[in-house]
């Protein structure tokens, strides 16, 4: 009897399990961690803006409208640099699954996913937001699939390119607050200078240590040519050391308070201390250490700035 209900399910099976897998592709096709992870800046940069008109009305209909087009946007940019890099990505252990580099997924139809995902997010900014927003979201897809992308095995000047698009949903996400009405820029630019910053040390440690499986695809994405070196590490010393004096101007353009700005200074010291660390110890233990520490920062960095924004309107 046992027997006869495992071969039911099998026959019954084989639609929902394609359609399960088909699904799985194209979570990993848009990465979805990472694309979750630049939509949450977006968001919650949305939600600092100094704009009154998004407490009163719409408040959860704008944020997962906002939510929808920020994934749609960069799902479609994290397709289009699997498209590119199909070859290298089948020669690296931690992306050869993917499914374009696999063959699970034609480039036809990661062509064709991106197109219409990219369209269609650029279009939901445009339409329920501004074009300003709109543009910038066009802009920022443009720039990471089409130049950082390709510029990876050209030169680590890709990081600084890739760090571009890599905050610009910060300033997206101020802009969008604003709808159609007098915008005010500063506040956009102050944030997208913490993440534009942030950048350098969480994906030099990201790159320390997957430095073999970079190097085998052909990606030249640290500083020093030799691969991990004390060169690198004060490399992040240094831009984490430049995070700091960033940290003040919330308080100072008026989007964070005292304590908001204390928790982004204790926050940048400790960037500092963990890539100190790096430098000393030049291991991977403290690559990884600098690489979740930056994970954890710019969640808190960014909520202690809604945080502010929030007592500001109740006050």
């Not at 009405?181 to 997957?210: D, R």
Request: glycine share 8%; aromatic share 16%; net charge positive.
């Amino acid at each position: 009897m046992k027997h006869k209900e495992t071969g039911h399910k099998k026959n019954a099976d084989p639609a929902s399990v394609k359609w399960i897998s088909k699904l799985k592709d194209y979570i990993l096709l848009i990465k979805f961690t990472l694309s979750f992870m630049v939509v949450f800046s977006t968001v919650v940069s949305f939600l600092i803006a100094p704009n009154e008109q998004f407490f009163v009305r719409n408040k959860i209909t704008s944020v997962l409208l906002l939510f929808a087009a920020g994934m749609l946007v960069t799902g479609s940019a994290n397709a289009i640099n699997q498209l590119l890099e199909k070859t290298s990505d089948s020669l690296m252990k931690r992306t050869a699954k993917r499914p374009v580099a696999s063959g699970r997924m034609s480039i036809e139809e990661a062509g064709i996913f991106a197109f219409i995902t990219g369209a269609a997010g650029v279009f939901m900014m445009w339409w329920f937001f501004n074009a300003e927003s709109a543009m910038i979201s066009l802009f920022s897809l443009f720039l990471y699939g089409f130049i950082y992308t390709p510029l990876k095995k050209v030169n680590s000047v890709s990081v600084l390119v890739g760090a571009i698009p890599g905050a610009l949903p910060c300033l997206i996400g101020w802009l969008a607050a604003f709808g159609n009405g007098p915008i005010a820029w500063t506040g956009g630019w102050v944030l997208f200078a913490i993440q534009f910053l942030w950048q350098f040390p969480h994906f030099w440690a990201i790159a320390w240590l997957a430095h073999k499986d970079y190097t085998t695809a052909g990606f030249k994405l640290l500083p020093a040519d030799k691969g991990p070196t004390r060169f690198t590490a004060m490399q992040s010393i240094i831009y984490s050391a430049l995070m700091i004096p960033v940290g003040f101007l919330p308080y100072y353009v008026g989007i964070g308070g005292l304590t908001s700005m204390f928790i982004l200074l204790g926050c940048n010291l400790w960037m500092v201390y963990v890539s100190v660390l790096l430098f000393i110890r030049m291991d991977a233990a403290s690559a990884r250490r600098v690489m979740f520490s930056s994970y954890f920062y710019l969640m808190i960095v960014l909520l202690a700035l809604f945080a502010n924004r929030g007592v500001a309107i109740a006050l």
